[in-house]
């Protein structure tokens, strides 16, 4: 095997783990938000002023943690493309 399809190989499993992380970030930040609907629909989670300062920091802080994941992650696949295209 020549060194650009070994390369171009590596390219593409790095590209599918990325895209595989990028899917399951998105999975874990709708599901973060579905259970927190249906928290409040059933009425576990009641809202004090505390408490709704409590919610607001952790959903912030889950939310930025996964948004600044998956900016990574998309940027990692776009300059993995970019290779992929300049092997070509």
Known sequence: MDEKTLRKNILDLQYSKNLQYFNTTI???LTFFIGLAIAYVSQDI?????QILIYLL???IITSTCSIGLINFNNKMRYIEKEISALA
Do not use: G, N, P, V
């Not at 009641?46 to 505390?50: E, I, K, P």
């Open 58 to 60: 952790i959903t912030a």
């Open 27 to 29: 999975i874990a930040l």
């Open 46 to 50: 009641s809202f004090t002023l505390d």
